[in-house]
C-alpha cells in the first residue's frame, strides 16, 4: 500500500525557520497537503495542492514539491505554531484513497 | 459558518455495531464528497472512507473494507458511517471532512473537520 514518509519530530527556536519534509512515490503527479492539529483539537488545512495557503493561514506557512517530496516551511516559527504536522496525498494507482504520513511532533522553544 | 456535528460514538463490544452521523450546515452538502478520519488515541491520522457529492461512488481503506459503509442523506444534509465487525483496533476519534472541491468523483483532500466522536471497542 502508498506510503508518506515524515520525520517524527522537528525542533526549532522561537523565530528560526522550520522544514518539515514528506517523501512518497506518487508525489510528482499527486499534490501534497498539509495539515496542523494542536493538542486536543481537529485539525487544520495549512498548505493545499503542494503550495497554496488557505485565506486565514498565515503568511509564514509556504510548501513546496519537488520530485518525490513535498516540504512544509514554516518562516520564523512562533511558540504558537508548536503542534503535530501531517501531510497527506491520495494513491496515484487507481484506488482513489487518501493517505496520510505518519505526522510530525513540532517543539518551538 | 461552515459546520460539521459528529455524533453516534461511545462503547461497543468487539463485533458490535455502531452508526455515526454527521449534521452539516452552512455550505451546500449535497455538492461536495465526504470523508470519515479516524485517530486512535495517541496515534495518527489515518482516511477511513470517501463518498462522491451523488452518494453515486464511495472509497475505503483496506482496514475497514468489507466492515464499514458509508452512506448519505443529501435531504438532511447528513452524512453516516456504519461500523460492523468493530474490532479493538477501531478504537479512535472519528472525524467527518468536506471535500476540497465541489462535485468531484474521487476523494481529494479536505478543509473542514468536525470536531470528532470517540468510539471505543473494548469488552
Known amino acids: 500500500s502508498y506510503e508518506l514518509t515524515q520525520p517524527p519530530s522537528v525542533s526549532v527556536s522561537p523565530g528560526q525557520t522550520a522544514r518539515i519534509t514528506c517523501s512518497g512515490d506518487?508525489?510528482?503527479?499527486?499534490?501534497a497537503y498539509w495539515y496542523q492539529q494542536k493538542s486536543g483539537q481537529a485539525p487544520v488545512l495549512v498548505i493545499y495542492?503542494?503550495?497554496k495557503r488557505p485565506s486565514g493561514i498565515p503568511e509564514r506557512f509556504s510548501g513546496s514539491s519537488s520530485g518525490t517530496m513535498a516540504t512544509l516551511t514554516i518562516s520564523g516559527a512562533q511558540v504558537e505554531d508548536e503542534a503535530d504536522y501531517y501531510c497527506?496525498?491520495?494513491?496515484?494507482?487507481?484506488?482513489?484513497?487518501?493517505?496520510f504520513g505518519g505526522g510530525t511532533k513540532l517543539t518551538v522553544l | 459558518q461552515v459546520q460539521l456535528v459528529e455524533s453516534g460514538g461511545g462503547v461497543v463490544q468487539p463485533g458490535g455495531s455502531l452508526r455515526l452521523s454527521c449534521a452539516a450546515s452552512?455550505?451546500?452538502?449535497?455538492?461536495?464528497?465526504m470523508h470519515w478520519v479516524r485517530q486512535a488515541p495517541g496515534k495518527g491520522l489515518e482516511w477511513v472512507a470517501f463518498?462522491?457529492?451523488?452518494?453515486?461512488?464511495?472509497y475505503y481503506a483496506d482496514s475497514v473494507k468489507g466492515r464499514f459503509t458509508i452512506s448519505r442523506d443529501n435531504s438532511k444534509n447528513t452524512l453516516y458511517l456504519q461500523m460492523n465487525s468493530l474490532r479493538a483496533e477501531d478504537t479512535a476519534v472519528y472525524y467527518c471532512?468536506?471535500?476540497?472541491?465541489?462535485?468531484?468523483?474521487?476523494?481529494?483532500?479536505?478543509?473542514?473537520w468536525g470536531q470528532g466522536t470517540m468510539v471505543t471497542v473494548s469488552s
Open positions: 463518498i462522491r457529492y451523488d452518494g453515486s461512488n464511495k
Open positions: 506518487a508525489l510528482p503527479k499527486k499534490y
Open positions: 452552512g455550505f451546500t452538502f449535497s455538492s461536495y464528497g
Open positions: 497527506y496525498s491520495t494513491d496515484s494507482s487507481g484506488n482513489h484513497r487518501g493517505v
Open positions: 495542492e503542494d503550495s
Open positions: 471532512a468536506k471535500d476540497l472541491r465541489a462535485v468531484a468523483g474521487t476523494p481529494d483532500a479536505f478543509d473542514i
